[in-house]
């Protein structure tokens, strides 16, 4: 009788394990697969680490069943493994013969079941028998077989896939078309392989999640796929190539001569005239007959009166057109802003600072924009340690506002400061508000015929604020303050004084920034006497004091941003 190796095509490692499982204890493991023919048969044994006993109760139940397209043997050997310590294993197989119809075979573990799969040219009769440690498959080439041939839905449930599912994967001459079915038996995928689909693939992947392992094989290959639905169809990349080019033209056909559809756009939150660019449309409204969306028989027309998008196209362009208008066409995220202006002693910063326990420095502050504290980010010497004319800045969370509360209205009590004016205004995402509080200023001018006139100057406090709403709901505030102040007349004219800030710093929804730093410094003398004793002449110095009082004043911004929610709007 004459032996012969078979040849394993295909040595596959295949274990299909999920990223987040654990490992689970198994009875017994494959450490080798022999195949050999004879005149007339084929014998594959599977060789097992362990006795799988003699007892009824301990016997392992082996499941077996066939395909007949393509033609393939299955072996489900539950509670086992791959010893893929063993030099001896499955992958090791060299040699080859001739006249087999046993091409190759594939060997995948999921979960606590071992499956192998023997794939041949044609279907035959099998048949299967168990030793204690060996597993014996006799297939007879010589005849047909009917009887034998079942579905893989008799065998215990089908290893379901998981999207998270890594495998290892070890080819070694694999027939490419023969790997994809091997994958896509193991992964649950539906592949459809091209006809021009050919070649041999070696290549050993470890733990890799299934999609990369794929996009491995396509690229060792020089293939590429398409993927519509559960189903990927996979080709030479010229070919899908030229597929995706054929469809693009055939589209066009038919969008050429198919009907054209009008439809009108209501548009809600949007500017009609903002689509202008987007659609190529002229700044007259009239239809432009290329515009940057559409097709190329498609047109569009905008109504600013009536805030209206006309398009006319094909019915696919108008669905492309609707969608868009969808996300776009949306309610704009608004911002409300408090501002409190106060004027205050050059000492309330300070006790401020002290009496809320600020300990962050200055250049932690600008850099992090947030603290754990209630009030946060600058220390309370900090707060008075800037000379005059510059700007101090602090961030309060929106647990601190509380207390801030409580501070102003000590301030005012205490005749320590007041607070000049609280102005709210909402605006929307990334759009300014302006508040503004002052007086004008008449004054003469010389005009060219050389009379007099009368023109005025702004002395007003201006503080302008644009909000933008961050991913993380937190809110940056681009502000603008400006701070004029009457000055001297001169020959040439009134002068202004000007104090001018503009900054950027981001706070967390319902937080409040500080914005100080702006002194002014007043000198006044004052005279006390004592009543009628001081009215005497000469003698009444002796009853008079008089003095010079120096009083300094700091100008605070407190600024506190609150997103709006929409359903907070009035409908």
């Known amino acids: ?238 070919e899908v190539l030229a597929k995706e080019k054929s469809e693009r033209e055939e589209q066009e056909q038919t969008a050429a001569v198919e009907a054209l559809h009008t439809e009108v756009f209501q548009l809600n939150y949007q500017k009609a005239d903002i689509f202008r660019k987007l659609f190529g449309v002229g700044k007259s409204g009239d239809v432009d007959v290329h515009p940057h969306m559409l097709s190329r028989r498609g047109s569009t027309l905008v109504d600013a009166r009536t805030n209206q998008l006309f398009v006319t196209d094909t019915p696919a362009v108008l669905d492309k057109v609707r969608d868009l208008l969808s996300k776009i066409d949306v309610p704009a995220r608004q911002v409300l802003i408090e501002a409190r202006i106060v004027e205050a002693d050059d000492s309330f910063s300070r006790n401020l600072g002290a009496r809320l326990g600020l300990s962050s420095s200055f250049a932690s502050t600008a850099a992090a924009g947030s603290s754990n504290h209630p009030g946060i980010d600058l220390p309370a010497a900090s707060l008075n340690a800037f000379a005059a004319g510059s700007v101090g800045l602090s961030l309060f969370s929106a647990g601190a506002n509380r207390l801030l509360n409580l501070e102003l209205s000590a301030l005012e009590s205490d005749g320590k400061g007041q607070i000049i004016s609280s102005p709210r205004v909402i605006t929307a995402d990334q759009q300014a508000a302006l508040i503004e509080q002052g007086e004008e200023i008449p004054f003469q001018q010389s005009t060219t015929s050389g009379a007099t006139s009368v023109a005025f100057k702004k002395a007003n406090l201006k503080l302008e604020v644009t909000p933008q709403i961050t991913p993380d709901g937190n809110v940056i505030l681009s502000v603008d303050i400006s701070k004029d102040s009457r000055g001297i007349s001169t020959p040439g004219g009134l002068a202004i004084n000007t104090k001018h800030v503009k900054t950027q710093v981001q706070v967390e929804d319902g937080g409040t920034v500080i914005i100080g730093g702006i002194y002014t410094k007043t000198e006044s003398d004052t005279t006390t006497k004592v009543p009628l004793l001081g009215d005497l002449p000469l003698l009444g110095r002796l009853f008079t004091n008089t003095a010079k009082v120096e009083a300094k004043t700091e100008l605070l911004i407190f600024l506190t941003p609150s997103i709006v929610a929409i359903d907070d709007l009035p409908h």
């Open 1 to 238: 009788m004459m032996h012969f190796c078979v040849t394993c095509l295909l040595g596959i490692y295949a274990a299909l394990t999920c990223l987040t499982a654990h490992t689970q204890e198994v009875e017994n493991a494959i450490i080798a697969i022999d195949a050999m023919t004879t005149a007339q048969q084929i014998e594959i044994t599977i060789t097992l680490d362990n006795d799988r006993g003699n007892d009824n109760e301990n016997k392992q139940t082996i499941r077996h069943f066939s395909t007949e397209s393509p033609a393939r043997i299955v072996l489900d050997l539950p509670h086992s493994a791959i010893d893929v310590r063993s030099p001896n294993n499955a992958n090791t197989f060299s040699s080859r013969a001739q006249g087999s119809i046993l091409q190759s075979y594939a060997i995948a573990h999921a979960e606590d079941r071992t499956r192998l799969v023997f794939n041949l040219s044609r279907t035959a009769p099998y048949t299967v028998i168990t030793g204690t440690r060996t597993i014996l498959i006799r297939i007879d080439p010589s005849q047909n077989d009917t009887a034998s041939i079942v579905t893989a839905a008799t065998s215990n449930e089908h290893i379901a896939p998981q999207e998270a599912a890594s495998l290892s994967l070890n080819f070694q001459q694999a027939d490419i078309r023969a790997v994809l079915h091997t994958f896509a038996e193991f992964t649950g995928i539906n592949i459809v392989a091209s006809d021009s689909v050919t070649g041999t693939v070696t290549l050993r992947l470890q733990n890799v999640p299934w999609p990369l392992a794929l996009d491995v094989i396509l690229q060792a290959r020089g293939l590429a796929m398409r993927r519509q639905d559960s189903v990927i169809w996979i080709a030479p990349r010229v």
